[in-house]
């Protein structure tokens, strides 16, 4: 079993900066790729930014030079950096990894797909 707790949201004035913090804890043999996904009422959930294993890393276009995500692989955690925040950034924000949980899930190439609970970050004044 594995858990993502998420943590760093909360209400910020326009301009301001979070920093979003996801740690994964439980069964892990291996993680590939680590990202965040943001979803508002009404919407469907789209990606943020992810990273590789080898530190590839892509973003959204609305977040481009914004937003900066990293990963700890020593702590199995990623995080998101998000400065020059937008009234559009609200929305509750989710965590996800791609991971093989045991040694033989990794040879044998199943991967499971986790989610974070999400957590809640308001851009308002």
């Known amino acids: 079993q594995v858990q993502l707790v998420e943590s760093g949201g909360g209400l910020v004035q326009p301009g301001g900066s979070l920093r979003l913090s996801c740690a994964a804890s439980?069964?892990?043999?291996?993680?590939?790729?680590m990202g965040w996904y943001r979803q508002t009422p009404g919407s469907q959930r789209e990606q943020v930014a992810a990273?590789?294993?080898?530190?590839?890393?892509i973003y959204a276009d609305s977040v481009k030079g914004r937003f900066t995500i990293s990963r700890d692989d020593a702590k199995n955690t990623v995080y998101l950096q998000m400065n020059s925040l937008k009234p559009d950034d609200t929305a509750v924000y989710y965590c996800?990894?791609?991971?093989?949980?045991?040694?033989?899930?990794?040879?044998?190439?199943?991967?499971?797909?986790?989610w974070g609970q999400g957590t809640l970050v308001t851009v308002s004044s």
């Open positions: 990273i590789t294993s080898g530190g590839s890393i």
């Open positions: 439980g069964s892990i043999f291996s993680i590939y790729a």
């Open positions: 996800n990894v791609d991971l093989s949980p045991t040694y033989s899930d990794f040879v044998a190439a199943r991967r499971l797909d986790a």
